[in-house]
């Protein structure tokens, strides 16, 4: 028997679900290339020694929360900032690990503000950024001061039947001038 069919064949679950759960969770903890490694091994989480082989891994995980069901994953709980380890391991439902998830701390007062300052900032960009793709764009008067209303206060537009935010607008309009002109241009190459 050559050395990789004897590796195959060691423990007989390469494919299965619960190796790719040990699989997983070795990669978050130890490879700092992992994704979310900044989460987990990044901030010290870790797994048991005896688990670095699957094969004990894996009859503990058994003996202990049963095989991985379908549409769930491993989770540490009921510590979550604690080690992957017998008595915190379970598989849980995506929704049961969103609940699951670490406390970022309370929002002060400051840091509330500095959060709604960057949601400012990001909307003033947006805007300079629709106002450049608009620019030199030939648009109605009565097109104009509906968007000019509408950034004052007022936060959809009723155009032809239908309730629009300025944006959504401004996209559509900015993306048929542009087919518009690629077209025109692409008529001018073929005449």
């Known amino acids: 028997m050559q050395l990789g069919e004897k590796l195959k064949t060691h423990h007989g679950r390469c494919g299965s679900p619960i190796y790719h759960s040990w699989l997983s969770m070795r990669q978050r903890c130890l490879n700092p290339n992992a994704t979310g490694f900044h989460n ?3 901030r010290g989480i870790k797994f048991c020694k005896q688990w670095d082989s699957f094969k004990n891994f894996f009859a503990e995980i058994i003996a202990e ?12 709980y009921p510590d979550n900032n604690g080690d ?3 008595g ?7 929704k049961q690990q969103q609940n699951n998830k670490r406390k970022r701390g309370p929002h002060t007062l400051e840091t ?5 300052a ?8 947006h805007r300079a950024k629709i106002s450049a793709a608009l620019k030199g764009r030939k648009l109605s008067s009565e097109w104009r001061a509906k968007m ?8 959809r537009l009723e ?3 239908r309730k629009q935010t300025p944006e959504h607008i401004a996209k559509r309009v900015a993306g048929r001038l542009a087919a518009i002109a690629r077209r025109q241009s692409e008529m001018r190459i073929t005449q």
Do not use: C, F, Q
């Open 112 to 116: 509330r503000t500095k959060m709604s």
């Open 40 to 42: 987990y091994g990044g």
């Open 88 to 94: 915190n391991v379970r598989w849980a439902t995506p």
């Open 118 to 125: 960057t949601a400012r900032n990001r909307s003033v960009e």
């Open 148 to 155: 000019s209303a509408a950034h004052t206060g007022r936060k």
């Open 65 to 76: 929360i049963g095989p991985r069901p379908k549409g769930k994953s491993l989770d540490r």
């Open 159 to 161: 155009i032809t039947g």
């Open 84 to 86: 992957y380890k017998p």
